[in-house]
């Protein structure tokens, strides 16, 4: 068992390493990794389902199939806890005595819930403007949390201080930590389970550093490399690095600058770390997929779809897969008949003010008013209302 340079295949030996030593690029774990079962931490992470969205498909107007992949089931609402409860298990393996987690407040939540369950400390690093939620859930398992001003890059810098300060273990989930990484695969390889005889055309993956991206290609690669499918990589407008390398045809992706998007899980301009963005266009590529933008309005309209035809309740991050959807199948770059399966990557009550500024039926009952009567008035109200939108391209 080692470690890997995925720049100049330098190997490494199998401990907690953040990059290459002779290069400074990524490592990636080379061979199965091999763990001693009584250090796994475990809440039940992974094993999600895969939801046929035929109701959703039609919303969007796409004539193909629509899958779910459904990651706001795990123990604390989004996929970060597949990388996390890895990254944990690792550490206790190797006698590090606590985590650290920078984090736009998913993986921070997983970090404080495994560490929680590990017995470690945990010091969990985020963006001052991070949802209140995602906030409040972090400091409910009993972590140290530190709010950084400015954008998530900002916090990433921090954590890497903390952990070199201190003999804990930094499980952000960019590049950084490989064996969280590694554990995404099992994304890829679930998708890939799921849908033998009928593997899907495309994934579509909320993209911000990228490992998901990563998880999902080599989930196949191991499984069937022949029938790896096209990843689309989906960013947000108002962040998206690595679209506009994309788009532009360049080799290397460069940091955004501020960024402007609600959708806080993906919006890291990867300022200090801009290799991870190479890395993840050089896994699109070579799958022969895209990186796409969504307008946070795009976005809006995919989580309202998702939920009211699904019954599936996404933060703005989780739903940007579907927006992307929209955007693909009208422009044709994905053709009609397609099989797609969209990764829904964070649950909604993670970011309720999102949610709270959506269009809802709801009436406060007055004490001496004819409850039949209200509803009756609701029916109406609603019937005269146009259908939801069609999800805008954007
Ligand atoms: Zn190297």
């Known amino acids: ?84 409860a890895a990254a944990v298990s690792r550490a206790r393996a190797m006698g590090l005595d606590g985590i650290v987690c920078a984090s736009s407040g998913n993986a921070g939540a997983s970090a404080a819930a495994y560490a929680a369950r590990a017995g470690l400390p945990c010091i969990v690093v985020v963006p001052a403007l991070t949802p209140s939620e995602k906030v409040t859930q972090i400091a409910a398992y009993g972590a140290l949390l530190l709010q950084v001003e400015g954008h998530y890059s900002n916090s990433y810098r921090v954590g890497l201080e903390i952990a070199r300060r201190h003999r804990f273990a930094n499980v952000t989930t960019t590049y950084l930590n490989p ?42 690669r191991e499984r069937a490399p022949a029938r790896m499918p096209r990843l689309a990589a989906v960013q947000a407008a108002g962040c998206a690095p690595v679209v506009r390398a994309f788009a532009a045809g360049e080799r290397v992706v460069r940091a955004w600058g501020a960024p402007t998007t609600f959708a806080s899980g993906i919006s890291d301009p990867l300022i200090g770390y801009e290799r991870d963005g190479t890395h993840t266009l050089d896994l699109v590529r070579a799958t022969g997929g895209l990186a796409v933008a969504v307008s946070d309005a795009a976005i809006r309209s995919a989580m309202q779809a998702l939920a009211r035809f699904e019954g599936i309740l996404a933060e703005p991050t989780g739903a940007s897969s579907v927006a ?36 809802a039926h709801t009436r406060r009952l007055a004490t001496d008013e004819d409850p039949a009567g209200a509803v009756d008035a609701m029916l109406a109200e609603r019937a005269a209302q146009p259908a939801l939108p069609r999800i805008a391209a954007s």
């Open 179 to 220: 064996w969280g990484v590694d554990a995404l695969k099992t994304v890829g390889r679930e998708l890939h389970d799921a849908t033998i005889g009928a593997p899907p055309d495309w994934v579509l993956v909320p993209t911000g550093a990228g490992p998901l991206v990563k998880g999902v290609v080599q989930g196949f």
């Open 324 to 359: 992307a959807l929209a955007t693909l199948a009208a422009d044709g770059r994905v053709a009609a008949g397609a099989r797609v399966a969209c990764l829904v990557t964070g649950h909604g009550f993670k970011d309720l003010k999102a949610w709270r500024e959506l269009p």
């Open 1 to 84: 068992m080692h470690l890997r340079c995925v720049d100049c295949s330098t190997r490494h030996p199998a401990e907690m390493l953040y990059a290459c030593t002779a290069c400074g690029g990524i490592l990636e774990v080379a061979d199965p990794a091999v763990l001693d079962p009584a250090a796994a931490v475990t809440l039940g992470e992974g094993d999600t389902p895969l939801h046929r969205a035929d109701r959703l498909a039609a919303a969007i107007g796409f004539a193909g199939t629509v899958l779910i992949k459904d990651e706001t089931v795990n123990p604390t609402g989004s996929f970060k806890d597949r990388a996390v």
